[in-house]
């Protein structure tokens, strides 16, 4: 990870949180969370370029101009 980003004190306790629930899963359940969770991250980072595209306006036709 990046280390010049720092996570707040939310954000350090949620991590917390969800270290003791993935210590209590079986090795199944962590997969799938696993895998679950990389989906999403999927997901979200096609939603973010989606967005980028409209807003920079790299969808757009070029060829009328």
Known sequence: MDQGIELTLEQEFSIRCF?????????????????????????????????LKKEWKLDEDFTSV
């Open 19 to 51: 270290t003791d629930q993935v210590q209590q899963m079986s090795r199944e359940q962590a997969q799938e969370c696993l895998i679950l969770h990389y989906k999403q991250m999927m997901i979200r980072e096609t939603m973010y370029q989606e967005i």
